[in-house]
C-alpha cells in the first residue's frame, strides 16, 4: 500500500525530492528518480524535518517502529495500519502529536482507492488538508468524526475488494454450472462485474436506480433477484452477517 500512494503521489505531481522512504526491504535501484531512501530511522540526516509522516508498516510492528520517530514532534502522523488506534500510537509519540488514522484498500494501487480517515484534535486544519490532498491522489476520501466508525470502513470498504472478488469467482462458477466452459464463464463474469462498476462511477443515478433499469417486470433478472433480495437468506442479509464479522474482528485487533 505504501508503493501505492507514493506511485499516486508521484503521478499527482507531487515533486520527488520531496518525499523520503524509510524502508529495511526498499530496493535503492527499484526507487522512483529522485525519490530519496534509507534503510533505517538511523540513516536520515540530522536536519531531517518532515512534513507528514506516512506510517505504512504491519499493526504488529507499529511499537517497534514509532519510539525513535517521536522526534519529529512537528509532523503529523499519518497511519494506515488497520487497528492501530490513536491513543495506542500517542503512547510512542506523546500526546500532544498530530495523528490522522486513515483505512485505504487495495484498488488503492490503480487509483480506484476508499479512504475512511479521522484525525485527532492536535491536528491542524492545514494538516488535515495536506493529509487529505495525499489520500485523494489515488482514490476518494471521506471523513468519520469517531475513531470507532473506522471499524465500520474497515468492514466495508477496505475488505469490500475481497466481497467483490469472490463475487466474480462465485458467478463464474454459477456459469460453469449452467453448461459454460470455464474460461468463457471467468471472461463474462470479469466483464460483468468491472463493467458493472465503470457504469456505477459514471452514472449519475444511485445503485438503486440502475438495478431497477436492469431489470424488466417478470424478467431473467426479476427472477434472480427474487432469490437475491430473499429477505432472510438475500444477499442484503449475507452481506450484514459479513461486515459484521469483520468489524468484530477489527475491534478485536484494535484490542
Not at 21 to 30: A, L, T, W, Y
Not at 127 to 137: P, S
Request: glycine share 8%; net charge neutral.
Amino acid at each position: 500500500m505504501g508503493g501505492a500512494l507514493l506511485a499516486g503521489w508521484l503521478d499527482q505531481g507531487i515533486a520527488p525530492n520531496d518525499l523520503v522512504v524509510v524502508d529495511p526491504h526498499f530496493d535503492p535501484g527499484m526507487s522512483p528518480p529522485g525519490v530519496r531512501s534509507f534503510a533505517s530511522d538511523n540513516s536520515l540526516p540530522g536536519d531531517f524535518s518532515p512534513d507528514i509522516v506516512l506510517l505504512a508498516v504491519k499493526p504488529q510492528s507499529m511499537d517497534a517502529v514509532l519510539p525513535p520517530y517521536s522526534r519529529f514532534a512537528k509532523a503529523v502522523f499519518l497511519s494506515i495500519a488497520a487497528g492501530r488506534t490513536i491513543a495506542s500510537m500517542q503512547k510512542h509519540l506523546g500526546k500532544k502529536t498530530a495523528i490522522v488514522r486513515a483505512m485505504p484498500n487495495t484498488p488503492a494501487s490503480v487509483r480506484r482507492g476508499a479512504t475512511g480517515m479521522i484525525a485527532n484534535k492536535n491536528t491542524s486544519s492545514v494538516q488535515k488538508t495536506l493529509c487529505d490532498k495525499l489520500m485523494t491522489a489515488v482514490g476518494q476520501v471521506v471523513w468519520v468524526e469517531e475513531e470507532t466508525l473506522l471499524d465500520a470502513v474497515t468492514a466495508l470498504s477496505g475488505s469490500g475488494p475481497a466481497y467483490v472478488f469472490l463475487m466474480v469467482e462465485a458467478l463464474a462458477a454459477a456459469g460453469e454450472d449452467l453448461g459454460l466452459p470455464a474460461e468463457i464463464a471467468e471472461t463474462l463474469a470479469r466483464a460483468t462485474i468491472t463493467g458493472s462498476g465503470e457504469l456505477l462511477r459514471q452514472s449519475p443515478l444511485p445503485a438503486a436506480a440502475l438495478r431497477e433499469n436492469v431489470t424488466s417486470p417478470n424478467g431473467t433478472t426479476y427472477a434472480a433477484l427474487q432469490v437475491l433480495m430473499d429477505e432472510r437468506q438475500g444477499l442484503g442479509d449475507l452481506m450484514r452477517r459479513a461486515t459484521d464479522a469483520a468489524a468484530r474482528r477489527a475491534r478485536e485487533l484494535a484490542g
